[in-house]
């Protein structure tokens, strides 16, 4: 096997070097991923996440929760939606949100954890 030059050190690991690259994720993927991060690097998103991971919330109980008016706040709850971070129901002429499925709370939870460790 062919030695190559990684960070300065010979390495007779290019099989290993190939598997890491086999599983690494694809630009696509990565883009994705990058996007729900996004979502987290705002501070209005994170009030909201935070709220929703206890339970869903109409629009006007959200916009009183983050002291913002509602029309923002909805802009911002179009932007997570569209990055299937929440989903909605309508009821009448209220629209509640909840978190879009356990992965998000999780996510959510595991950053808030890592803040504590």
């Not at 099989?15 to 690494?24: C, F, I, N, S, Y």
């Not at 994720?25 to 690097?41: D, G, K, M």
């Not at 008016?69 to 209220?94: K, M, N, P, W």
């Amino acid at each position: 096997m062919e030695d190559i030059q990684v960070c300065g050190l010979a390495q007779d690991s290019a099989e290993q070097l190939g598997q890491v690259a086999a599983r690494a994720i694809s630009e696509e993927v990565a883009v994705e991923l990058a996007a729900i991060f996004s979502a987290l690097a705002d501070p209005t998103r994170v009030r909201l996440i935070s709220a929703l991971a206890e339970g869903e919330l109409c629009v006007g109980e959200l916009a009183s929760l983050v002291g913002m008016s509602i029309s923002a706040v909805s802009h911002q709850l179009r932007l997570l939606r569209q990055l299937r971070v929440v989903r909605y129901r309508r009821e009448g002429r209220h629209i509640f949100y909840a978190l879009d499925d356990e992965h998000i709370s999780t996510l959510y939870r595991v950053a808030l954890e890592h803040l504590d460790h």
